[in-house]
């Protein structure tokens, strides 16, 4: 029992100075409002006036997609209302474009905040999934970042996406 309260205190400490780390990276770049401002590399699929849609670079899942707002805001509880009903319309939008380009049964929508958000501008992971796929939070990226099926999967989504 002792040790278990050692491992997670120590884990605090490492999130603790996780956030303190990514604190100190506020005077760089935004690298979502450099895509934003057409200055990053980014599959994106899908834009309306105040949103985007784009591949995730470390995908968990074929087709996984971030929805985020156009304009920075540092996590949920930044977010206007109506910015907020729009993001959850596009990513409906986004789900029913996985369902008919890639041929899934479902989709796992989560957003993390602060613990585990790893650029600080809000985004909404849209990620595909299949019955019995083994998609677990825990084991992180389980498709090639770059590859050539990524790019004929924005493709596919571009197309379906209504
Ligand atoms: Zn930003």
Do not use: W
Request: with cysteine.
């Amino acid at each position: 029992m002792a040790q278990d309260s050692f491992i997670i205190t120590n884990n605090n400490e490492i999130s603790t100075a996780k956030l303190a780390s990514e604190a100190s990276r506020k005077g760089q770049p935004c690298p979502f409002c450099a895509i934003a401002n057409g200055n990053g590399a980014a599959k994106i699929f899908f834009e309306s006036e105040q949103v985007l849609a784009l591949l995730d670079h470390r995908p968990i899942a074929e087709g996984h997609t971030l929805v985020i707002p156009k304009q920075h805001f540092s996590d949920v509880t930044q977010i206007p209302q109506q910015l907020g009903g729009e993001l959850h319309h596009i990513v409906g939008k986004v789900v029913g474009a996985q369902r008919s380009a890639l041929r899934v049964a479902g989709a796992m929508v989560l957003n993390n905040n602060l613990i585990d958000q790893h650029v600080s501008h809000y985004h909404i992971h849209v990620i595909p999934r299949r019955v019995a796929d083994g998609i677990s939070l825990a084991k992180g990226q389980s498709v090639p970042s770059g590859s050539r099926r990524l790019l004929e999967v924005a493709d596919l989504l571009k197309a379906a996406i209504q």
